[in-house]
């Protein structure tokens, strides 16, 4: 496995691959990898014959106040996890290398980046801009065939994919499930900031999106809301937001719904900010709601 450190050297590495005409796939990260990331590294590895991880983490995404100083990283350890998944090429560039100094655009979706996590009581638009920025960028300097990216974050994956098609990217976007803790808790980087006690509170975010699922199967959408949102007052947890939307458009979804809709949340759990969401399937709700 080789670290590549510039994006020239990045650059190299894809004209070979383009030179031996293999499929190369790309698994975006910003490190202290966990079970999710492996999920991707592992799809990557079955599907492509050259895996690339990207190890940035990425300043434009952070709004100022937020946790980039001390956002949990450990190299040596995110190295040999990626060597044991097989990746080929770790790329890690250096900030100034990324945003030299002049370095003046943006790559903005409007809409979808502009709800949920986007709205302004939330992180707002601007750390969407971050991510397509840097994912536009990575797109760019690897050229991958295919992209790989965790449905716990379904509104980056889904901003991420409009991106790539107005973009004319030729990459192709793969988004696979979320993975989870025995109780539950959606794998995240943030997790490591948990203490004990917030740990086991925030099984509860999980919970209140099945209890969604269940309600919403026999009582309709807002019962179903409604319940959710309970599940999460019992564990002391107020969310920033609770809501269900249609997963491609990120559009409120319709109580009456004959749709896949995919029910969202955000949660502060004693300072650590969670995000995790459930797809429900069609033929999963309104079974008995009038
Ligand atoms: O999901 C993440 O870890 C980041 O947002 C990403 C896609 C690597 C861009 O920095």
């Avoid at 609770?242 to 319709?254: C, H, I, Q, S, V």
């Amino acid at each position: 496995m080789k670290v590549l450190r510039t994006p020239a050297q990045m650059g190299d590495a894809r004209e070979q691959a383009r030179h031996d005409r293999i499929t190369v796939g790309l698994v975006p990260t910003m490190g202290y990898l966990h079970e999710g990331h492996n999920s991707l590294l592992k799809a990557a590895r079955e599907q492509c014959d050259r895996v690339v991880m990207s190890l940035f983490v990425n300043p434009t995404q952070f709004r100022p106040g937020e946790d980039l100083s001390i956002y949990p990283r450990d190299e040596q350890r995110d190295l040999a996890i990626a060597r044991a998944a097989g990746v080929d090429l770790i790329y890690a560039p250096d900030v100034d290398d990324v945003y030299p100094p002049g370095f003046a655009t943006e790559v903005a979706v409007t809409g979808l980046t502009e709800v949920l996590c986007g709205s302004p009581g939330s992180r707002g638009p601007s750390h969407f801009t971050g991510v397509t920025t840097i994912v536009a960028k990575l797109l760019n300097t690897v050229d991958p065939d295919y992209a790989y990216f965790g449905q716990k974050d379904a509104q980056q994956a889904t901003v991420i994919q409009r991106m790539a098609e107005d973009l004319d990217f030729r990459t192709r976007i793969v988004v696979l499930p979320t993975v989870r803790e025995r109780d539950g808790l959606a794998m995240s980087s943030r997790n490591a900031y948990l203490t004990d006690e917030a740990r086991e509170r925030a099984a509860a975010i999980w919970k209140a999106l099945l209890e969604t699922e269940s309600v919403y199967a026999t009582s309709g959408l807002e019962a179903g809301l409604e319940a959710g949102r309970q599940e999460l007052d019992r564990a002391g947890i107020t969310p920033e937001y609770f809501e269900a939307r249609y997963p491609g458009t990120l559009d409120p979804a319709e109580a009456d719904s004959d749709e896949a809709i995919l029910v969202a949340v955000a949660a502060d759990v004693d300072g650590t900010r969670l995000i995790d969401n459930i797809l429900i399937e069609p033929e999963k709700g309104k079974v008995n709601a009038t």
